[in-house]
C-alpha cells in the first residue's frame, strides 16, 4: 500500500457483503463511511463487522468513518407538482398547506428568526432560486430568482444564513452512541455553520472518535481557521458546497482549505462528484480523472467516494481506477516538487515539528526508504506527515484505535504493534516491521522517530538513521 493519498469509500447497497468488502480492501481501500443519512444500525453494524473480518483477512489496519446525517431542512407537501416562473412572488409560511405556484410551507421557525430582506433560499439543491423581500412572524416573502419545478419535500438551502440550529440532531446523538459502542475511528459532523458546533461535538464524544469536519457552508469556510483548529480532520463536502456557493467559487475554497489544513497538520478530505460518471459507466470522464489528480497534486490527505462505491454499478472498479490514478501522479517526476511550492513552516513549532523537518531533510539526503514513528495517539506520525517527506511512514502504535486512525493520515503505512522498550529494542521493531511491509532494503538508511521515555504521548525528541 504504498501510496501517499488514502482512498475513503462509501458503503451502501452495492458494496456491503463481505466478499464486496473484502474486494475493496484489498482494491485499496484505506477507510470504509458508513452514512448515517441511509440504512438502519443493524445495517451499519453488519458492515463494520465484514470491514474488521477483512482487516484480518488483508493483515493491516483499516479505518471506519460515520457519517451524520444532521439536520435536513426540507418544505412542505404539494399534492402536484407546480410551475414557478421568474419575477413572480413566492410565500413560505410558517402553517402545514398544501403547497400550489404561490405559497409552500415552511416549518422550521429558525428561518423566520435568521432570514433579512437581501437573503436567499435556493431549493432542491439550487436548481431553483428565491430571493427575499419580507420576512415576518409566520412568513417570508419571495421574488423568484430561478423558476421551474416545486414539489414535495425538497431540501432548502439558505447560503448567506447563519441559523440558530445546533448541528447535532437527537438522532446523530444517538448514532454517535452507536459509533462509540461500534468501535468506528472518526466521526463526521455535517451542517457545520460555526466552530461551535464542533464544541458541542466534542463534547458528546470527547477524544474517543476522530472528529472529521464538514465543510459544506459558507458560514463555515468563514470561520475555517478557528474550525480546523477544534477538528482532528476536514472534509471539502464538495456537493452542499457548490450548492451554496458559486460554481466558480468551489475549486478556489477546495485550495484554501487543503492549504490551510496542510500547514495546521489536520488530514484533509476532497469529497464528492470524484468519480460521479462511474455510477453508470466502467471508466470515468478524463475531467474526472484530472479532478482526482489535483486534489493529490494539493497534497490532500485522502479523496473520498460517495454514490460511486455506495449505489454504482461498479464500486470495485472506481476504488481500483481511483488508486491508478493516485500512483500515476505520485509517480510523476514533478509530484514533490508540486508538494514542496505549498509548503509553510508552522507558526507554533514544538520539537516535534523540528524533529519532522529534520526527517524531510535527511530524506532529501540520504537514499532512505522508510521513516518510522512510534506514537501511542499518533501525534508524531501527523506530525511528520504535516512535513510531506519524500518516503513512506511507517507509524507503529500501540494503539489499535490510533493505528486505524492513522489509515487516513497521508503517507502513513499504519501499523499495530507494541511500543519500543528501550532505544535497541526500537531498532529491532522497526527493521521487523519495515521487512515484513517490503519497506526495508538491505543497505539502505531507515529513519526513526520517537519519544523518550517511550510510551510517553506528545514526547517526540528523538531522531535516529539505522541501516537493517
Request: net charge negative; glycine share 8%.
Amino acid at each position: 500500500m504504498l501510496r501517499n493519498t488514502k482512498i475513503l469509500a462509501t458503503l451502501g447497497p452495492s458494496s456491503s457483503s463481505p466478499d464486496q468488502i473484502l474486494a475493496l480492501a484489498r482494491a485499496g481501500v484505506n477507510v470504509f463511511r458508513l452514512n448515517m443519512s441511509h440504512g438502519s444500525h443493524d445495517d451499519h453494524r453488519a458492515r463494520l463487522n465484514a470491514i474488521r473480518a477483512a482487516e484480518k483477512v488483508i493483515d493491516r489496519p483499516l479505518g471506519i468513518l460515520v457519517d451524520l446525517q444532521g439536520p435536513k431542512l426540507r418544505i412542505g407537501q404539494f399534492s402536484v407538482p407546480v410551475n414557478v416562473k421568474v419575477g413572480q412572488v413566492f410565500d413560505f409560511v410558517l402553517d402545514d398547506v398544501d403547497g400550489n405556484s404561490e405559497r409552500a410551507s415552511l416549518l422550521h421557525p429558525e428561518a423566520y428568526a435568521a432570514l433579512k430582506p437581501g437573503h436567499r433560499i435556493l431549493v432542491n439543491d439550487g436548481k431553483l432560486a428565491f430571493h427575499v423581500e419580507q420576512v415576518e412572524a409566520r412568513r417570508i416573502r419571495t421574488r423568484v430568482e430561478v423558476g421551474g419545478e416545486l414539489s414535495s419535500r425538497k431540501g432548502f438551502n439558505l447560503p448567506q444564513t447563519v441559523l440558530p440550529l445546533s448541528a447535532i440532531t437527537d438522532k446523530d446523538k444517538i448514532d454517535a452512541e452507536f459509533a462509540l459502542q461500534e468501535g468506528a475511528n472518526w466521526l463526521a459532523l455535517s451542517f457545520v455553520q460555526t466552530a461551535a458546533d464542533v464544541r458541542e461535538l466534542r463534547e458528546l464524544v470527547g477524544k474517543q472518535l476522530g472528529i472529521v469536519v464538514k465543510i459544506e457552508k459558507p458560514s463555515a469556510v468563514d470561520e475555517l481557521d478557528a474550525i480546523a483548529e477544534l477538528a482532528d480532520a476536514v472534509m471539502v463536502a464538495r456537493g452542499d458546497l457548490g450548492v451554496e456557493l458559486p460554481p466558480e467559487d468551489v475549486p478556489v475554497v477546495q485550495r484554501r482549505i487543503v492549504h490551510q489544513c496542510r500547514h495546521l497538520g489536520r488530514p484533509v478530505i476532497v469529497a464528492t462528484q470524484m468519480l460521479e460518471s462511474m455510477i453508470t459507466a466502467p471508466t470515468p470522464t478524463r475531467a474526472e480523472a484530472s479532478d482526482v489528480a489535483t486534489a493529490v497534486y494539493e497534497g490532500a490527505d485522502a479523496v473520498m467516494l460517495s454514490a460511486e462505491t455506495a449505489a454504482g454499478e461498479f464500486p470495485l472498479a472506481a476504488v481500483e481506477i481511483m488508486d491508478r490514478i493516485i500512483r500515476r501522479v505520485e509517480g510523476s517526476p514533478d509530484y514533490h516538487r508540486v508538494m514542496a511550492l505549498d509548503y509553510s513552516a508552522a507558526d507554533h513549532p514544538n520539537q516535534a515539528d523540528a524533529i519532522g523537518a529534520c526527517v524531510r531533510a535527511v530524506g532529501s539526503m540520504l537514499p532512505v526508504t522508510v521513516s518510522a514513528a512510534f506514537t501511542t495517539s499518533g501525534s508524531s506520525c501527523l506530525r511528520l506527515a504535516r512535513e510531506r517527506p519524500p518516503t513512506p511512514i511507517l507509524g507503529i502504535s500501540p494503539r489499535l484505535q490510533t493505528a486505524r486512525q492513522l489509515t487516513l493520515v497521508w503517507g502513513v503505512v499504519a501499523y499495530h504493534g507494541p511500543d519500543a522498550e528501550n532505544l535497541e529494542d526500537m531498532v529491532v521493531k522497526t527493521t521487523f516491521c519495515a521487512t515484513k511491509l517490503g519497506l526495508a532494503q538491505q543497505g539502505k538508511p531507515m529513519v526513526i522517530i520517537a519519544g523518550v521515555p517511550f510510551g510517553t504521548p506528545g514526547s517526540t525528541n528523538l531522531l535516529r538513521i539505522v541501516y537493517p
